[in-house]
T-cell receptor
């Protein structure tokens, strides 16, 4: 069964420092992977997605993620944190339906990013 | 493009009453819409998947008679929480997908609806 595990429920960095949010996946088929960001009391916004093309995926707001099959990882990074990056981040994997129909997303538990001035 | 709205953004209702939440895709036709529930400081849990013109597919453990989903058009899906109880209080988020079924699809999320049952 497809699943994702986000290591670290809370990550705190200083403004300007590297951001690294970890996500490991489990999938019996080639996975489609996503990173979403959620600001308080809001829905989710897609940061980037991996769909079996380039393994290094660039997203919005300076974020990028690298798909590493050997490590079953899809970690999210940003070279220099900004105060506005403070939010909850979710990694997700697309799961096919056994009996047809639309695929669904399975989300990790989320990582709350705090950026200190 | 690809904007999804929800209405209302927050609602307070009394125990035993029903409340309807709307999810609209504003600038695209959504062949499939999803309803999620999010408890405080937790992840999103998929409740059901709805395809326009057909019955919704509910996830295991979700009461279909309590959470009624209607996807009457390609731009509108509704979730009705019937006979609401305080334990139904939560943040409900919808998302919409366009195009044909593909694992690489992207879901566009609404801003969420905060339901409080008193």
């Amino acid at each position: 069964a497809q699943s994702v595990t986000q290591l670290g429920s809370h990550v705190s960095v200083s403004e300007g420092a590297l951001v690294l949010l970890r996500c490991n996946y489990s999938s019996s088929v080639p996975p489609y992977l996503f990173w979403y960001v959620q600001y308080p009391n809001q829905g989710l916004q897609l940061l980037l997605k991996y769909t079996s093309a380039a393994t290094l995926v660039k997203g919005i707001n300076g974020f990028e993620a690298e798909f590493k099959k050997s490590e079953t990882s899809f970690h999210l990074t940003k070279p220099s944190a900004h105060m506005s990056d403070a939010a909850e981040y979710f990694c997700a994997v697309s799961v096919p339906r056994r009996q047809g129909g639309s695929e669904k997303l399975v989300f990790g538990k989320g990582t709350k990013l705090t950026v200190n001035p | 493009g690809a904007v999804v709205s929800q209405h209302p953004s927050w609602v307070i209702c009394k125990s035993g009453t029903s409340v309807k939440i709307e999810c609209r895709s504003l600038d695209f036709q959504a062949t499939t819409m999803f309803w999620y529930r999010q408890f405080p400081k937790q992840s999103l849990m998929l409740m059901a998947t709805s395809n326009e013109g057909s019955k919704a597919t509910y996830e295991q453990g979700v009461e279909k008679d309590k959470f009624l989903i209607n996807h009457a058009s390609l731009t509108l899906s509704t979730l009705t929480v019937t006979s609401a109880h305080p334990e139904d209080s939560s943040f409900y988020i919808c998302s919409a997908r366009r195009g044909v079924s593909s694992g690489s699809y992207e879901q566009y999320f609404g801003p969420g609806t905060r339901l409080t049952v008193t």
